[in-house]
């Protein structure tokens, strides 16, 4: 983002409201989106200056550095550089002693790829507990109602009177009736072990043979947004009842909101993935990140905003959210324990291992209104 101005490329004013700063990305999003003809790099520019704007605070710190940089003294000679010993010229803070590159420069590398991560199953404890094969479960079950009950009493009374008379009445009694309870039980207690029923075969029919829904390349952050699917698709899917979303939008909202999400049972994760600096990172009660220690100004998060959205619109459902750290330079990320925040930042591995672990309580259930309510905010 580097000699790119925010104000200037959503087009607003200094002093621009809130209102009108978000009025100016939507518009401004319809055109640039990938889907819509425009780059990923333009498009992550644009949402880098939502994101700092529309935040207070970081946009008091942007305004702040601004007005810093017009006030620097200008360099003592022109095209970027400044005398060297013996007044020989050399770049300014580009080179050092040797012509290596200075190590003070401690922002992104644009070029930079973080390399993709392989989590070993073996250190995966839910991993082994899961049979790829189950059979699926539906949500909400299948009522079979009264009608089954009915038919069996009806089916045993025909059969009392030539019972009464061969044997005695609690005999006769003790005989029918527990066949009667054993049916009704089977009928309304473990309905998934029967045929499949309609709703379930017309489910399968339009979506069985999908797991993931959504382009993965049209989401913002890559490619760390790519990494993070690549990971789901080899890992997660290990779940049967796992389904897994790119790109997805608030209610009301038209654009990609929502980088990732996974849905299994009555559980949805929220995922956003970033390209942060290499540091350690943890999260305290506020939501407030760190890195190495002190606040992080460099990176922010929309996931807090997604999950009250989207508990909203899934009361029935638990909501959480991820948020997945890469390099993006040399160098390595590392995080924390996991707290109780809405966003707990996390590496890759600690991604699939803790995600999986919490989706594994259900692992082969699909909440087909969850699905559908989730399907229905796809971009």
Known sequence: ????????????????????????YR??????????????GTFRMLQEAYETLSDPRRRADYDANIVAGATAPMPRSSAGTRPGPAGRPHSQGRRQQGGGTDRRHFGGDPEFVPPAPRPDPDDLPWWHTIDPGERIRFLPATEYGHTPVLVAVAGWLLFLPGMLALAPTVL?????????????????????????????????????GHRVFGDPGAVRGEPAGRLTAELMAEYLTRLPGVRIFHGLSWPGSVLADVDHAVLCGRRLVLVESKMWLPGHYTADGSGTFRRNGRRFRGGATRLPESITAYRDLLPDSEVCGALVLYPSRAGEVTTGDIADVPAPPMTPEQF???????LSQEPATIDREAFRTVLDRLV
């Open 1 to 24: 983002m580097d000699g790119v101005d925010h104000y200037e490329l959503l087009g607003v004013s200094r002093g621009a409201s809130e209102a009108e700063i978000k009025a100016a």
């Open 27 to 40: 518009s401004l999003a319809r055109v640039m989106h990938p889907d819509a003809g425009g780059t990923s």
């Open 172 to 208: 006769v009694l003790t005989m029918w009736l527990v066949p009667v309870m054993a049916v009704t039980g089977f009928l309304r207690s473990v309905p998934h072990r029967l045929p499949t029923g309609r709703a379930e075969r017309a489910f399968l029919a339009e979506f069985g």
């Open 352 to 358: 699939v291992r803790e995600l999986g672990r919490w």
